[in-house]
């Protein structure tokens, strides 16, 4: 315990170092390994290179002397020429057929028949090289004379014009896979050194490192402490009381904030139930008021018939009056016709006496007078059967005139209490209009004053959040001050130490 915070700073720097090797030694190892990759990289180039340019000597050198020979000649030529162990060559013609081969069965053959281990038709992807560029290489495994498993192998083929050959000759890259698998080897080799360089370094560092702050700790932390450490005692004790004071402030005020939120929230149910009684008073008002508004257009509408009512009477009454004008003119008329029926009747009675003397001359005007005696006779009787009716139709038309008036009589009375029911209901309109413009301000008084409300018990409420997080606030400070005061203790423990230390350094000096 006594050494433990100068343990803490120590192994704080120490761990500060180590993550600064690291960080140096993963840099320079990724450097080193993306160097060495690039240098295996051209390295097996360079490595394909010559054994690519090896086969082209070869097959230039073979095709020269091929050309200056008759074709069957360089064919046999060809076919028998051999170079190293177990070098030959072949040749395909731009048709992609096998003209020249070490195995005569293969001539004549299309080359899309040979396949190497992966099935793969290689000496067409070699034809086509060769069309496009004159020359052309590939890669493919084949079946090496004496080994138990196919190795890589790298054909190398070039055009010769004279005879439209393409003269081929391949080599196996064991000894180059050997060189680039040996060059690994050595970069990786490399890294392994590089690591563990970096970490000899890392190590001599962090013995340095640490050397030198314990040095500087003892000599320029532990005694600037021994001067605060009692600064941090008294400061922890006040913060400690002021911490208590503040907590108790907080409860009560937690508790003054809580019953002012329990009233506040009984307060606010109250004015919700107010509030919906309210609106259903307010929505009662409004059907009342859209009711009498009904009822004055339906009595509005009811007057407008009783009007075209009266008015349809009157011309009724004004009708009937001129009938019965009428019908007496007509009655005039048929009296006038009456008395010319018997003044009609009266000279064919005195035609007949002057046909009667007239003897046989005027027997026969006599007939003639007779039917106009009997003509005048039913003139007469129709005339007093026409009177007759006329006078029926006139008391009617008389009858018909009286109670016309008592209609309008009554009509008239109806308009009257029409109008003093629209006078009253329009006083009801205008009472109902203003009951619902004064419910409609008390449900929005009662709304805005919920609202207010509401906004009180959310202040309350944040206020209360506000206690609850101040008092974990004092919570945490009085911790973080009793991990203060428990830190001077161990501060004051380091210093006692590194006193007793420095005084027995003095002694043995």
């Given amino acids: 315990m006594n050494s433990s915070l100068k343990v803490k700073i120590i192994g704080l720097m ?28 051209n390295y097996q180039d360079m490595l394909y290179k010559q054994k690519t340019d090896s086969m082209k000597n070869l097959v230039e050198a073979i095709s020269s002397t091929a050309s200056l020979m008759p074709e069957e000649e360089a064919k046999q030529f060809v076919r028998n020429a051999r ?62 004379p004496g080994s138990s498993k196919p190795e890589s192998k790298m054909s190398y083929g070039k055009v010769i014009g004279k005879w439209n050959w393409i003269v081929v000759t391949g080599d196996y890259l064991e000894d180059v896979e050997a060189a680039v698998n ?54 922890a004790a ?20 809580s019953e002012i939120s329990a009233t506040m929230e009984e307060f606010s149910s109250s004015g919700v139930l107010i509030t919906n009684h309210s609106q259903g008073v307010a929505d009662s008002a409004a ?50 016709i009456n008395n010319i029926a018997s003044q009609t009747r009266l000279i064919a009675f005195n035609a007949a006496l002057e046909a009667a003397s007239a003897g046989e001359a005027g027997k026969r005007f006599g007939v003639v007078a007779l039917e106009i005696r009997r003509l005048a006779d039913s003139v007469m009787e129709s005339t007093k059967e026409i009177e007759t009716k006329i006078n029926e139709i006139v008391a009617a038309v008389s009858r018909q005139v009286v109670a016309s008036e008592k209609n309008t009589k009554g009509i008239e009375e109806g308009m009257s209490y029409s109008e003093r029911t629209v006078s009253i209901i329009y006083d009801i309109e205008n009472a109902a209009d203003q009951t619902t413009d004064a419910v409609r301000q ?44 428990n830190l001077a203790e161990e501060l004051e423990q380091v210093v006692e130490h590194g006193k007793k230390s420095a005084a027995a350094k003095q002694v043995d000096d």
């Avoid at 000496?123 to 496009?132: A, I, M, P, T, V």
């Fill in 442 to 485: 008390i449900v929005l008084s009662i709304q805005q004053q919920q609202t207010a409300g509401e906004q009180v018990l959310t202040a309350l409420r944040q206020i209360k959040q506000g206690t609850n997080d101040n008092t974990a606030m004092i919570q945490q400070t009085k911790t973080i001050s009793k991990e203060l005061a």
């Fill in 287 to 336: 059907q009342t008021l859209q009711r009498t508004r009904q009822g004055v257009a339906e009595v509005d509408a009811l007057m407008e018939k009783m009007k075209e009512i009266y008015n349809d009477n009157q011309v009724n009454i004004q009708e009937i009056v001129a009938l019965g004008h009428k019908s007496k003119e007509i009655n005039k008329i048929m009296e006038f």
């Fill in 238 to 257: 006040k913060i400690n009381d002021t911490v208590t004071t503040q907590a108790s402030f907080s409860l009560e005020l937690s508790s003054s904030v």
């Fill in 83 to 144: 170079y190293d162990a177990d070098g030959y060559f072949l040749v395909i013609n731009t048709n992609g057929n096998m003209v020249v081969h070490i195995d005569q069965n293969l001539e004549m053959q299309p080359i899309s028949a040979i396949k190497d281990v992966n099935n793969s038709a290689f000496l067409n992807k070699l034809l086509e090289q060769c069309k496009e560029k004159g020359e052309g290489t590939v890669q493919y495994s084949w079946m090496k």
């Fill in 182 to 235: 040996e060059e690994k080897n050595h970069i990786q080799q490399e890294v392994w050194n590089t690591i563990e360089r970096y970490l000899l370094i890392s190590a001599l560092a962090l013995l340095i490192i640490i050397a030198i702050a314990g040095f500087f700790i003892n000599r320029y932390i532990t005694e600037p402490l021994a001067g605060a450490i009692t600064k941090v005692h008294n400061y």
């Fill in 14 to 41: 120490a761990l500060f170092m180590c993550c600064l090797v690291a960080v140096l030694s993963y840099v320079s190892v990724s450097s080193t390994l993306q160097r060495g990759e690039v240098r295996l990289r």
